[in-house]
């Protein structure tokens, strides 16, 4: 069945250093891939977003490429923030016959923190 | 914006007690979900609601039920908290036209619930 491996934490990284988190997916037809930000204290937000091979979202810094030939989704930044510390999920969408129905299939998180 | 808002914060009961969290979004969205949160294992789904008054089983639906009457309201209900439903509860909620669901899933900030 479909699913998420991303890599596992803690990561701690000093500010200003280069991020990477790795994310790998497993999944039938074309999934939208997903990465998801949570700040401590509260609920998870949407950072970027693909929907098909080669697309690249990015948002606040961060990118994300969708690659299909090595089922990949790994989320960069150039240059991290303490305010970046959080935990990441990655996501895909989960297809069901006949098309989605909106579910999402979450990797574990992987918690970032950043340091002066 | 999208607001998913969350009864409470913070939650704390006795074993045997019979919880109700809720959920309410203002965006007239389809689906809602409830997942739970724990250290290690990622967002896991409980339920989810794709209309009123449906429901579906997600992947650890053991010791819960939900409730969806209206459709910007979605109740999860713990017939009989057990210390081991200690955790943190998202919901989610997502917009589901004729044909064809986003995937984008929008939550709310999560109640903590503590089972003494």
């Known amino acids: 069945g479909n699913s998420v491996t991303q890599m596992e934490g803690p990561v701690t990284l000093s500010e200003e250093a280069f991020l990477t988190i790795n994310c790998t997916y497993t999944a039938t037809g074309y999934p939208s891939l997903f990465w998801y930000v949570q700040y401590p204290g509260e609920g998870l937000q949407l950072l970027l977003k693909?929907?098909?091979?080669?697309d690249k979202g990015s948002n606040k810094g961060f990118e994300a490429t969708y690659r299909k030939e090595t089922t990949s989704f790994h989320l960069e930044k150039g240059s991290v923030q303490v305010s970046d510390s959080a935990v990441y999920f990655c996501?895909?969408?989960?297809?069901?016959?006949?098309?989605?129905?909106?579910?999402?299939?979450f990797g574990k998180g992987t918690k970032l923190s950043v340091k002066p | 914006d999208v607001k998913v808002t969350q009864s409470s914060r913070y939650l704390v009961k006795r074993t045997g007690e019979k919880v109700f969290l809720e959920c309410v979004q203002d965006?007239?969205?389809?689906?809602m979900f409830w997942y739970r949160q724990d250290p290690g294992l990622g967002l896991r789904l409980i339920y989810f609601s794709y209309d009123v008054k449906m429901k579906e089983k997600g992947d650890i639906p053991e010791g819960y039920s939900v409730s969806r009457e209206k459709k910007e309201r979605f109740s999860l209900i713990l017939e009989s908290a057990s210390t081991n439903q200690t955790s943190m509860y998202l919901c989610?909620?997502?917009?589901?036209?004729?044909?064809?669901?986003?995937?984008?899933?929008?939550f709310g900030p999560g109640t903590r619930l503590t089972v003494l």
């Open positions: 989610a909620s997502s917009l589901c036209p004729p044909g064809s669901c986003t995937d984008t899933q929008y």
């Open positions: 996501a895909l969408g989960a297809d069901f016959e006949g098309g989605s129905q909106g579910n999402l299939i």
């Open positions: 965006m007239d969205h389809e689906n």
């Open positions: 693909a929907t098909k091979a080669d």
